[in-house]
């Protein structure tokens, strides 16, 4: 069996406190049954949009998703000194030069809007590449000229389509690192290296109503009135929540450079952040009225050579509470005792390297070295899983 670096697993357990990190359609708490317990849910799109964007902010590296991408293009153009009926001309056929099916927008009253154009699919490209996109307007300015509405015989943008295309295949790191899904433009699909799984509680919770009412400051000097300026609920539920990702370092370096040397540095840069980005991201809904701004309670990294191991079995039968209250130190010790049991199963030679993090002031037996900060137990692990290219 190979025993080279594969795959880097994270493993969090994280208390959060009253909130709703991620709603349905109806504004509910979601919520799934595991162990034939209901536990509350972070949905994993929801928390890798949070973890994509501090990514992108430390390390100044953006990426741009939209149906809008025309509108997009001709804010560019206006900052050239556009005109800004040509530039929302120019950006409507930009849009619609591409392989990406697309439609004309349409306003409040469903009519269809000149001069705007939705792509069926969101483009996912770098935020630097639209900048190549306002060139190639820039360049073809003389054909760009007549309103876009989507029925009109002749068709300009149709000659730029080859040169369009090409720069919807450009990446950044993120791609690289999360992956795209565009169909519909050749070569512009990219495998994602990362996976993420959905967050749960490691115990059974309840979902709780809050009611609260708006008062009406004027209505409150007047003392003319009773009653509030408006009532609601909300739903919000606590928990100790457990998180799993794994990156694939062989995808990594494979989506990021045919030279290996550039690759490595690369794959180092992109894995580490994304790790750092894993532990400390939170989703933002309902921020202002819970600051439900927690730590996790215990990291544990694991470099492995054979395969991804998520340790959500260990919650299956749902952490009972302490004898004085409280999940997250029976959820950390759930999870030591995992990580030994699977790996015995498994096999102890597939893990390469395992370290911690912890707020645990217990010694965890099976969860490797321990580490003061989370900074020295991500670059640590990289330097160990990236010591030997994955081929």
């Known amino acids: 069996m190979d025993r080279k670096p594969r795959f880097i697993d994270i493993h969090v357990v994280q208390p959060v406190p009253y909130a709703n990190l991620n709603r349905d359609d109806t504004n509910s708490v979601k919520t799934m049954l595991y162990g034939d317990a209901l536990r509350t849910r972070i949905s994993s799109q929801s928390w890798k949009r949070a973890i994509r964007e501090h990514f992108q902010d430390a390390l100044g590296d953006n990426a741009l998703r939209t149906r809008r991408i025309g509108e997009r293009v001709a804010e560019v153009l206006r900052s050239r000194g556009w005109d800004e009926a040509l530039a929302e001309r120019a950006g409507a056929h930009v849009a619609a030069g591409s392989s990406i099916k697309w439609e004309v927008a349409k306003g409040k009253d469903k009519q269809p809007l000149t001069n705007k154009v ?41 000659a730029l389509k080859g040169k369009i295309d090409k720069v919807l295949t450009r990446r950044n790191g993120v791609i690289n690192l999360f992956g795209r899904m565009l169909a519909e433009v050749d070569h512009a699909g990219v495998d994602g290296a990362v996976q993420v799984a959905h967050a749960f509680t490691t115990h059974s919770t309840e979902i709780e109503l809050d009611y609260f009412a708006a008062v009406d400051d004027f209505t409150a000097t007047r003392d003319d009135e009773t009653g509030s300026g408006h009532m609601g609920t909300a739903e919000f539920s606590t928990g100790t929540f457990y998180r799993f990702a794994t990156i694939d370092l062989r995808e990594l370096t494979k989506n990021l450079s045919d030279d290996n040397a550039i690759g ?58 302490a004898e004085h209250g409280g999940y997250v130190g029976r959820s950390v010790q759930s999870v030591d005792a995992y990580s030994k049991a699977a790996n015995t199963l498994l096999g102890p030679a597939r893990v390469l ?29 990289i330097d160990i899983a990236l010591a030997e290219a994955p081929q």
């Open 118 to 158: 939705l792509t069926n699919a969101l483009v996912y490209l770098p935020e630097d590449a639209v900048e190549e996109l306002a060139d190639i307007a820039e360049a073809h300015k003389d054909t760009l000229t007549t309103d876009f509405t989507g029925k009109g015989k002749t068709k300009p943008e149709s």
């Open 264 to 321: 490595l540095e690369a794959a180092r840069e992109l894995a580490g952040q994304f790790l750092l980005s894993f532990i400390e991201s939170l989703p933002q809904a309902k921020k202002n009225s819970t600051a439900p701004h927690t730590l996790p309670h215990l990291v544990h990294v694991a470099v492995r050579s054979d395969r991804p191991l998520s340790f959500a079995a260990a919650f299956e039968e749902p952490v009972r509470p």
């Open 353 to 381: 390297h395992a370290a911690h993090a912890s707020l645990h002031l217990h010694k965890l037996e099976y969860l490797g070295e321990r580490h003061a900060s989370f900074e020295d137990l991500v670059s640590t692990s």
